[in-house]
């Protein structure tokens, strides 16, 4: 685990094994972000030749030529920015890359430029989130693989403000949560099942405290949970449904989150092709941002109660597999028909949904990678929103443009709906080709429950799909590494402080 530390020294000075330094790009070449001292003052001249361009992403490490104690000097760039400082995000990524660049190395100070304590926070949460490799598996190879950095110290003038203090630990946590996730996408689905997920579950929960439920096999067949048993029963590994809470005394407000968690999704029977399988262990990345946000909401003691429901299953082809054009009743009644068991998931965030719709929350988030639709639209990187109430999809998007991540809005179009119905059950699984991920959102939406008797508004609810952003198969860019990246868990989080705080 890394550790942090905040030291009021400057770049030449500091005991490290490296140290951090932020380049812009301009017009007139890069930029050195920094007040240096005497001994480092050859550096800014020195750019252009050691083919330092200051571009985002862009990290080059130089020996410090004794001008520091550390022997390497990290230079990180940060794009074009306006003013001398980079904004937050600039800033995390720029630590993270360095992060990343400096594995192998014990120590790691970041000299980056602040206009105050948030800005440390950002570098800070941006390198512990760098400092991530997973090596479970690693045993003949182990070697060839280098350590994260083992300590991360922030230059301070502020080392005994409180706040700054308060926002390092702060992100620690978050940093834990994410990279906790990271571990369970990355994990393969031979030892990541839905009884072993839920036995992960089960000791996180008594480790923090919480309130934990486990509903197995036969308890889901008994309690009319046919989204799950349905996509479960091709396996000889049976689903689970988990539901894991925090509630804290006086809490302000009540909020429910449904995770995906199919731990392999083959495709079922509408098998996917072989190199579409490739990645298909990171189908519960939604489940494990649930599972992990409500983890760091105890750690941080936030005022909000919230539960976490993980609807996990795996997707199997069999001779006891769900066929196309079965019919499945989903827990509380609604029947569904099944026209491809591709579209697993939003079969077991189904009975999630209406799992936690009874608990009556005063908001309700859902959070999977439920579509190759939302790649097409978003690419990669950008997850989306999807809510019936504009208000509601306006707070998730406020809360990752505070916390780093990138949400966009996307609108569940009514006259998509009349695609879903279905002639032989009360919905069907499949609707128009076209814009498949917001025919997705629209059948989730049939499933959430009302604030009251019939007729009465629907609890506030949104839909996050983060089907690319969760799992990065390209090269490693900012604090982000190769794989599970913990996508949705600092979104989560920062929407639960804002709930918390009456936003």
């Not at 993980?310 to 196309?324: H, K």
């Not at 697993?344 to 209406?354: F, K, N, S, Y």
Request: charged letters at 20%; aromatic letters at 4%.
């Amino acid at each position: 685990m890394t550790t942090v530390s905040l030291q009021n020294k400057d770049a030449a000075s500091v005991s490290a094994d490296a140290v951090a330094l932020a380049v812009a790009s301009t017009e007139d070449g890069p930029r050195l972000l920094a007040d240096l001292p005497r001994a480092l003052r050859w550096l800014p001249g020195s750019l252009a030749s050691l083919g330092v361009t200051g571009a985002a992403d862009e990290v080059v490490k130089v020996a410090s030529a004794g001008g520091a104690s550390a022997g390497v000097l990290v230079l990180t760039g940060v794009g074009k920015i306006t003013g001398d400082v980079p904004d937050h995000e600039r800033l995390r990524r720029a630590a993270g890359a360095a992060a990343r660049a400096a594995a192998g190395l014990g120590t790691l100070a970041l000299a980056l430029p602040s206009a105050g304590v948030e800005d440390g926070v950002a570098a800070v949460e941006g390198a512990l989130l760098g400092a991530y490799a997973y090596s479970t598996y690693k045993e003949k190879s182990a070697k060839a693989q280098k350590a994260p950095v083992g300590e991360v110290v922030l230059l301070t003038s502020a080392t005994r403000d409180k706040k700054l203090k308060a926002g390092v630990e702060r992100a620690g946590v978050l940093a834990d949560a994410v990279a906790a996730t990271r571990d369970l996408v990355n994990a393969p689905p031979s030892d990541l099942y839905p009884e072993a997920f839920a036995g992960i579950a089960s000791r996180a929960a008594k480790e923090h405290g919480l309130k934990i439920t486990v509903l197995d096999d036969q308890q889901l067949r008994d309690g009319g949970y046919g989204g799950l048993t349905g996509v479960g029963q091709g396996s000889v590994r049976g689903p689970r449904l988990v539901s894991v809470r925090y509630s804290p005394r006086g809490a302000t407000a009540d909020v429910a989150l449904v995770g995906k968690g199919i731990t392999f999704d083959s495709g079922g029977l509408s098998l996917k092709p072989a190199a579409s399988m490739e990645t298909m262990k990171c189908d519960m990345a939604g489940a494990a941002a649930v599972l992990q946000t409500v983890v760091a909401a105890a750690r941080l003691k936030l005022p909000v109660a919230v539960t976490g429901w993980l609807c996990l299953a795996e997707n199997m082809p069999s001779g006891t597999a769900m066929r196309p054009s079965d019919v499945i009743s989903i827990y509380g009644g609604r029947t569904v028909e099944v026209l491809n068991t591709d579209a697993e998931g939003r079969l077991v965030m189904a009975d999630g949904l209406v799992a936690a719709s009874e608990t009556k929350p005063d908001l309700l988030l859902d959070v999977a990678t439920l579509t190759g639709a939302q790649m097409v639209a978003l690419g990669a990187r950008v997850s989306a929103v999807m809510a019936d109430d504009e208000a509601v999809g306006r707070r998730v998007v406020a809360a990752a443009d505070r916390s780093g991540e990138q949400f966009w809005p996307m609108p569940l179009p009514e006259e998509l709906r009349a695609g879903l119905d279905s002639q032989v059950a009360d919905i069907s699984n499949m609707g128009e080709r076209f814009g498949g991920m917001l025919v997705a959102g629209l059948f989730l939406r049939e499933f959430v429950g009302r604030t009251g008797g019939e007729g009465s508004p629907r609890i506030p609810w949104a839909h996050l799909d983060i089907a690319g952003p969760a799992f990065n198969e390209r090269g490693p860019w900012g604090y982000t590494g190769k794989g599970g990246t913990g996508v949705a868990v600092r979104t989560l989080v920062q929407l639960l402080e804002d709930t918390g705080a009456g936003r």
